[in-house]
């Protein structure tokens, strides 16, 4: 069994051991390469700080790393570990995890970050044995958009907006987005996306283009990254417009991925609008 970083590895050969080893996961992979590669260019793919376990020439197992920073401290994130069902039952994950260890400080990263999903035991079990700690809880709700029949309120209007309004959205928030819905991710991201914005109406705000009072940013296929609503208009029915144009883009279908688990004004407003329940997740953070 031999250890390498993915430098220098086809794309290709990337997407067939993550759809092998993923193949049988609790929540499907359904990713075509081009959605897969996309996706690992949003979380900021690193193959110099990626690691793979290789056999006979073939990759078994493997970590795909992003890079950035997270709260200031140059950091990875897990965006994905792991093994083919043929290699299963070695400790190879945990092997694996024990080399980025080893090998991180080295290139200059002081955190690792990784989400897990709660039901996940053994993986749960891998992380927590490799020092990691649940740092937070995130719900994962979806579901069809079930219009709850609040209208907009008056002089408000949803539109779409030329680029993300990322301070704009930063004031609004109660909590930080995961890594993969993080304002760097939407910086990084290759393929458009929704992004709307709920306005009040020009000559009530005294601005020409009308006072931003929430945003929300999503992909087409209605996977929502952030949903903020400015502190003095929330209650108003902004949050379920934002949803409502969102589900005439996406053909109904709205989810919503980490959102934090105590934050449960978002989570009752997805409720009221048909994303119910889905799989929870841990946050786990490692000091490096």
């Given at each position: 069994?031999?250890m390498r970083t993915l430098e220098g590895s086809e794309p290709r050969l990337l997407y067939a051991a993550f759809r092998e080893a993923f193949a049988d996961y609790e929540v499907p992979v359904t990713w075509s390469q081009a ?15 990626s690691l793979g376990a290789f056999e006979d020439g073939r990759m078994v197992g493997f970590v795909f790393n992003g890079r950035g920073a997270w709260g200031g401290v140059p950091t990875v ?212």
């Amino acid at each position: 069994m031999e250890m390498r970083t993915l430098e220098g590895s086809e794309p290709r050969l990337l997407y067939a051991a993550f759809r092998e080893a993923f193949a049988d996961y609790e929540v499907p992979v359904t990713w075509s390469q081009a959605e897969f590669e996309a996706a690992n260019a949003r979380r900021g793919f690193d193959p110099a700080v990626s690691l793979g376990a290789f056999e006979d020439g073939r990759m078994v197992g493997f970590v795909f790393n992003g890079r950035g920073a997270w709260g200031g401290v140059p950091t990875v994130y897990d965006m994905g570990t792991g093994v083919v069902p043929s290699a299963r039952g070695s400790a190879l994950a945990g092997k694996i995890a024990e080399r980025l260890k080893e090998m991180l400080p080295g290139l200059g990263i002081r955190r690792y970050l990784l989400e897990v999903i709660r039901d996940n035991a053994p993986a749960l079990k891998t992380y927590e044995r490799a020092g990691f700690r649940v740092t937070r809880n995130f719900e994962c709700p979806g579901g069809t958009f079930a219009d709850p029949g609040r209208p907009a309120p008056a002089g408000v209007r949803v539109e779409e907006l030329a680029a993300f309004p990322r301070a704009q959205a930063a004031a609004m928030r109660d909590w930080e987005p995961s890594w993969q819905n993080s304002d760097d991710s939407i910086a990084r991201n290759p393929t458009p996306l929704v992004m709307l914005g709920a306005r009040e109406d020009g000559r009530a705000s005294g601005r020409p283009e009308g006072r931003l009072l929430g945003c929300l940013v999503a992909a087409p296929n209605g996977t929502i990254w952030q949903l903020a609503v400015d502190r003095g208009a929330r209650r108003r029915g902004i949050g379920t417009a934002l949803l409502r144009s969102l589900a005439a883009r996406s053909g109904g279908a709205i989810r919503y991925i980490n959102v934090q688990s105590d934050d449960e004004a978002t989570l009752g407003l997805l409720a009221r609008c048909g994303a119910g329940e889905g799989p929870g997740q841990h946050e786990m953070v490692l000091e490096l």
